[in-house]
Each structure stands twice: as C-alpha cells, then as structure tokens.
C-alpha cells in the first residue's frame, strides 16, 4: 500500500512593504505616517542651528500603547531606528537643508506555506 505524504514547507521571505515618506520644510507643519500597525505623526521647530523634531505613535490595536520621540538634528544628520515593542518597523529621519524628511517601512518576515 502506497501512502501519498503531503508536505508543507515553510519558507520565509522578506515583504516588500511599500515605504511612505514625507518631507516637511515649514517649523511646526507635520505629517502623520501609517505603517501596518502603527501611526506616527511627526513635526519640527528651529532650535538654533537644529531642528528639534517631535514624533508621537501609537498602535492601532492598543490605545495604551503609544509614546513620543524627541530629537535634534543637524544639516546633514539621518538615523534610522525602530520603536520599542514595534517589532518590524523602520523609522528613518533626515534632515537636508531646511527640510525634514521622515520614512517608514515594514520589515516583517511573511511565511508562504508551499503544498
């Protein structure tokens, strides 16, 4: 007697999220950007030759979860980071010129199952 055994493999493969981006060049005009489980709305003041750039987020799925970033960045400075508990998200900020420009991108694993 023949047994036919399906198999299931499971693979991982990166998603390609679409990325949004905004560039803001007004102080004090914001943006909100909206990644797959979380919101983030972003603006920034002149500090002397800074800007200081104010972000809050929070997940769609969790009213408690949210919190607020704060930081100074020069001509010339980018970082790239991800937010405590948001597994898989990518903020990146930089800053040219007299414009700010804020980035997010889901860099979650997706598993496929093959039959």
Known sequence: MFR???LTALVSLPVAAAAETVTLDTPMAG???????TDMSVYWTKAGESFEVVGYY?????ADDQG???????DGDSVTFGLPG???QLYSFTREGDALTVSTRNTMVQELALN
């Open 4 to 6: 036919t055994l399906a």
């Open 58 to 62: 929070a997940a769609r799925n969790d």
């Open 86 to 88: 948001h597994v898989g």
């Open 31 to 37: 943006a909100t950007l909206h990644q797959s489980t």
């Open 68 to 74: 607020r970033i704060i930081m100074a960045l020069a």
